[in-house]
Nanobody, 117 residues
Framework: HVLLVESGGGLVQAGGSLRLSCAAS????????MGWYRQAPGKERESIVY???????YPVDSVKGRFTISRDNAKNMVYLQMNSLKPEDTAVYYC???????????WGQGTQVTVSS
């Protein structure tokens, strides 16, 4: 199994920046892709960006050019640098990891990001 713990959420004004971190532990050798999802109030959880083990990244259009995912395989960390934040980015952000060993997804507990206008 894989345990994920996010940190770095908070309150920021529109146009500001935040950096989220996700620490992975457990069977980290099994992790292939890692990514970030978010869930706004009253909406479904959505994938916003993921990164494969080789470092290729796949952001959705709504965050392209503003959010950057990065990964430190040696430290078992994944980061989300969020710039030019907008009120519509307000959501709970979740870290996700896909295990090739169990063929399962693992989730962090989530971290709240609130962007004020």
């Amino acid at each position: 199994h894989v345990l994920l713990v996010e940190s770095g959420g908070g309150l920021v004004q529109a146009g500001g920046s935040l950096r989220l971190s996700c620490a992975a532990s457990g069977e980290t050798i099994c992790i292939s892709a890692m990514g970030w999802y978010r869930q706004a109030p009253g909406k479904e959880r959505e994938s916003i960006v993921y990164i494969n083990k080789g470092g290729s990244t796949y952001p959705v259009d709504s965050v392209k050019g503003r959010f950057t995912i990065s990964r430190d395989n040696a430290k078992n960390m994944v980061y989300l640098q969020m710039n030019s934040l907008k009120p519509e980015d307000t959501a709970v952000y979740y870290c996700n990891a896909l295990s090739d060993c169990t063929n399962s997804d693992y989730w962090g507990q989530g971290t709240q990001v609130t962007v004020s206008s």
